[in-house]
C-alpha cells in the first residue's frame, strides 16, 4: 500500500512506515500529480480535497489528523467512493487547556474575578463539552448552545444563542465551520450578532476563522460593543488580518489544539482507520510516546505569595502568552509557528504537590495528579 504523508504530522514518522511505502510531502505539496498513486492520504487542513486533486487518482481512503474536515470535499468522496475520516475529539483537552489559560489571563489584565462570571459556549461537541466542565469547576455560570444537539436530544439543558446573546459575560466559539444549512455557522458571528449583544461580552475564537465576519468583530471592538477578544482561528490563514490582530487582547496562530497530547491523538485515529479499513495489526500504534514536560512536578508551595495557586498551576502547563508574543512579533510567519510549534503537555502530564484546602480536588477535577 502506498501512503502519502504531511511531513509536519507529529509522531508519525517510524510508525506509518508499519503500514505501507510512506512518501512525505509538506502540505503544500499534495497535488493531482502527487498523490495519483497514492492509496491513502494522511492530511491536515493546509490543501483541500475535491475534485481537482482527487479526479483520476488511486486514491481509496483520506484520513485527516484534525477534528475539522471542511478542507475535504465529503460530497465529492462520497460520490466516487473515497472514504474519508477525520480525528473527532482528538485535542479537545488541548483546547480546553488553552480557553482556561487565556480566561485566567484575561482576567487578570482586566481585573475581574472568573468565579460568578457567565459564559456562553456555542457548540457542545468534545470541545465544549471539556471546556464546561473546566469552567464549572472554576466557579463559572455555563450557558450551553448547540441547535443540532438540542434537536436531535430534546434537552432542555440547552439554550438559544439569543439568550447568550442576552446573558453571558464571555462567549467562546466551539462549532464546526457548516457554511450552508439550517445550521450553518459561517458568519454566526456578524454584524447583526454584535450590534444584540447585551453585557459586551469578551469574545473567545478557538474553533475556525470564518465562524465569525473579521469586518464586523474589529468595528465591534473600535465601537466597544464587546470588552475583548481572544482569538486563535483567523479568515484567509495564514494571511491575517493584521489591524484585527493588533485589536484583541490574545492573538495567537491556530495552535489551541496543538498540545503534544492533542498532536499524538490525532496521528493514533489515523493510524486506526488505516488499520481498520485495510484490516491491519494495530499494534504498532502504541508505539507513539508523547515526550515528557520539563518540570513534570508543580510544588503549589513556590506560589505562597500568590492569591491564586490553582490559577498559577494552570499557566505553569500553558501560558498563553508565550504564543501571543511570538504571533505578534513575527505574523509574516504564521504558518512557521504552527509547524515549529514547542512542546505543550495537558493537565494529566503534570503531578501536583503541596496542595491546600480544596485545591486538591479542584486540581484532581481539572485533570492533574497529585501526591
Given at each position: 500500500m502506498k501512503i502519502i504523508a504531511d511531513k509536519n504530522i507529529p509522531y508519525l514518522k517510524g510508525i506509518a512506515e508499519h503500514f505501507g511505502d510512506v512518501t512525505y510531502l509538506d502540505g503544500s505539496a499534495f497535488t493531482q500529480d502527487t498523490i495519483k498513486d497514492a492509496d491513502t492520504l494522511i492530511v491536515r487542513t493546509v490543501t483541500h480535497f475535491g475534485e481537482s486533486i482527487l479526479k483520476d487518482s488511486n486514491v481509496k481512503l483520506i484520513c485527516s489528523a484534525t477534528i475539522g474536515y471542511d478542507h475535504i470535499d465529503?460530497?465529492?468522496?462520497?460520490?466516487?467512493?473515497?472514504?474519508?475520516?477525520?480525528?473527532?475529539?482528538?485535542?479537545?483537552?488541548?483546547?480546553?487547556?488553552?480557553?482556561?489559560?487565556?480566561?485566567?489571563?484575561?482576567?487578570?489584565?482586566?481585573?475581574?474575578?472568573?468565579?460568578?462570571?457567565?459564559?456562553?459556549?456555542?457548540?457542545?461537541?468534545?470541545?465544549?463539552?471539556?471546556?464546561?466542565?473546566?469552567?464549572?469547576?472554576?466557579?463559572?455560570?455555563?450557558?450551553l448552545n448547540d441547535p443540532p444537539r438540542q434537536a436531535q436530544e430534546k434537552d432542555n439543558s440547552f439554550v438559544s444563542l439569543q439568550t447568550i446573546m442576552d446573558e453571558a459575560d464571555i462567549i467562546t466559539f466551539h462549532t464546526p465551520l457548516i457554511k450552508e444549512g439550517e445550521y450553518r455557522t459561517y458568519h454566526l458571528a456578524d454584524k447583526e450578532f454584535f450590534s444584540l449583544l447585551k453585557k459586551k461580552p469578551i469574545i473567545i475564537n478557538s474553533a475556525r476563522g470564518a465562524i465569525i465576519d473579521t469586518i464586523?468583530?474589529?468595528?465591534?471592538?473600535?465601537?466597544?460593543?464587546?470588552?475583548?477578544?481572544?482569538?486563535?482561528?483567523?479568515?484567509?490563514?495564514?494571511?491575517?488580518?493584521?489591524?484585527?490582530?493588533?485589536?484583541?487582547?490574545?492573538?495567537?496562530?491556530?495552535?489551541?489544539?496543538?498540545?503534544?497530547?492533542?498532536?499524538a491523538n490525532a496521528t493514533r485515529m489515523s493510524l486506526e482507520s488505516i488499520a481498520s479499513y485495510y484490516g491491519l495489526d494495530k499494534q504498532?500504534?502504541?508505539?507513539?510516546?508523547?515526550?515528557?514536560?520539563?518540570?513534570?512536578?508543580?510544588?503549589?508551595?513556590?506560589?505562597?505569595?500568590?492569591?491564586?495557586?490553582?490559577?498559577?498551576?494552570?499557566?505553569?502547563?500553558?501560558?498563553?502568552?508565550?504564543?501571543?508574543?511570538?504571533?505578534?512579533?513575527?505574523?509574516?510567519?504564521?504558518?512557521?509557528?504552527?509547524?515549529?510549534?514547542?512542546?505543550?503537555?495537558?493537565?494529566?502530564?503534570?503531578?501536583?504537590?503541596?496542595?491546600?484546602?480544596?485545591?486538591?480536588?479542584?486540581?484532581?477535577?481539572?485533570?492533574?495528579?497529585?501526591?
Open positions: 465529503t460530497a465529492y468522496c462520497d460520490a466516487h467512493g473515497i472514504i474519508w475520516k477525520n480525528a473527532p475529539g482528538c485535542n479537545s483537552g488541548s483546547v480546553m487547556q488553552y480557553v482556561v489559560s487565556s480566561l485566567i489571563t484575561i482576567a487578570r489584565k482586566k481585573s475581574f474575578d472568573l468565579k460568578g462570571k457567565t459564559i456562553g459556549i456555542v457548540g457542545v461537541g468534545n470541545v465544549g463539552k471539556k471546556v464546561a466542565k473546566a469552567c464549572e469547576i472554576l466557579g463559572m455560570k455555563v450557558l464586523a468583530i474589529k468595528d465591534a471592538i473600535k465601537e466597544n460593543k464587546i470588552s475583548g477578544a481572544i482569538i486563535d482561528c483567523w479568515e484567509n490563514e495564514p494571511q491575517i488580518d493584521l489591524e484585527y490582530l493588533n485589536l484583541v487582547d490574545i492573538a495567537t496562530p491556530h495552535i489551541a489544539g496543538y498540545s503534544a497530547d492533542g498532536k504498532p500504534i502504541s508505539l507513539i510516546k508523547e515526550p515528557a514536560p520539563v518540570n513534570p512536578v508543580i510544588d503549589l508551595n513556590q506560589y505562597s505569595n500568590s492569591d491564586n495557586r490553582i490559577y498559577e498551576a494552570i499557566l505553569n502547563t500553558y501560558n498563553v502568552l508565550a504564543d501571543f508574543a511570538r504571533l505578534k512579533a513575527s505574523p509574516d510567519i504564521f504558518k512557521k509557528l504552527r509547524n515549529e510549534y514547542p512542546l505543550r503537555r495537558e493537565y494529566f502530564a503534570y503531578t501536583i504537590t503541596n496542595t491546600l484546602n480544596n485545591e486538591t480536588v479542584i486540581l484532581n477535577n481539572l485533570g492533574f495528579k497529585y501526591e
